[in-house]
């Protein structure tokens, strides 16, 4: 099983700062299956991006993201308001996928 | 619209039953693989289970093999887990979520339910 693990586990930043969360793999992810979601207090995780750095539909071009092999980056170039909140890295492709323990980011 | 409502779930005692049930509606159910991802309470997420298009091939954690059981009613709309000798840390709260590709399956999700909370305590 390929585990995932996210750093920092809390990010205090401003709004209008960038934001920058990493996500590294035990081993390495495949064609670059790696999935990032934002999920906020009571909701459902929302996709973020997918394929690495592919964003899905309807998200700001404020997200990003990068990497391959094993270490992936999601970075937020300007804080906004609403972008406070919990994401988690996902890995896919083969068997169950696998998620990241989550970073925090949270307003200072 | 993608819509996806999770029902079913409820406080149980350790070792009971509870089915779980997703209706879905705003696009074609049978042509893509639907999964069940729990996250218990404060923690992170795990993937439970999935279901190709057509139910004949599924996926299980180790975590729940032998005590769940995913299906799904492509006449319905609807996605089935059916969940057996439930534990205490089965307590979480259970999302379905759909796969983005048509006949695709273990990829990521692009649609997630609201969730159905279950609690196991005696």
């Known amino acids: 099983e390929i585990v995932l693990t996210q750093s920092p586990g809390t990010l205090s930043l401003s709004p209008g700062e960038r934001a920058t969360l990493s996500c590294r793999a035990s081993q390495s992810v495949s064609s670059s299956y790696l999935a990032w979601y934002q999920q906020k207090p009571g909701q459902a995780p929302r996709l973020l991006i997918y394929?690495?750095?592919s964003r899905a539909t309807g998200i700001p071009d404020r997200f990003s993201g990068s990497g391959s092999g094993t270490d992936f980056t999601l970075t937020i170039s300007r804080l906004e308001a609403e972008d406070f909140a919990v994401y988690y890295c996902?890995?896919?492709?083969?068997?169950?996928?696998?998620f990241g323990q989550g970073t925090k980011v949270e307003i200072k | 619209e993608v819509q996806l409502l999770e029902s079913g779930g409820g406080l149980v005692q350790p070792g009971g039953s509870l089915r779980l049930s997703c209706a879905a509606s705003g696009f074609t159910f049978s042509i893509y693989a639907m999964s069940w991802v729990r996250q218990a309470p404060g923690k992170g997420l795990e993937w439970v289970s999935a279901?190709?298009?057509?139910?004949?091939?599924?996926y299980y954690a180790d975590s729940v093999k032998g005590r769940f059981t995913i299906s799904r009613d492509n006449s319905k709309n609807t996605l089935y887990l059916q969940i057996n000798s439930l534990r205490a840390e089965d307590t979480a709260v259970y999302y379905c979520?759909?796969?983005?590709?048509?006949?695709?399956?273990?990829?990521?999700?692009?649609?997630w339910g609201q969730g159905t909370l279950v609690t196991v305590s005696s």
């Open positions: 996902q890995q896919y492709g083969r068997s169950l996928g696998t």
């Open positions: 279901i190709i298009g057509n139910g004949e091939n599924t």
């Open positions: 394929g690495a750095s």
């Open positions: 979520a759909k796969d983005p590709m048509t006949n695709g399956v273990l990829d990521y999700f692009d649609y």
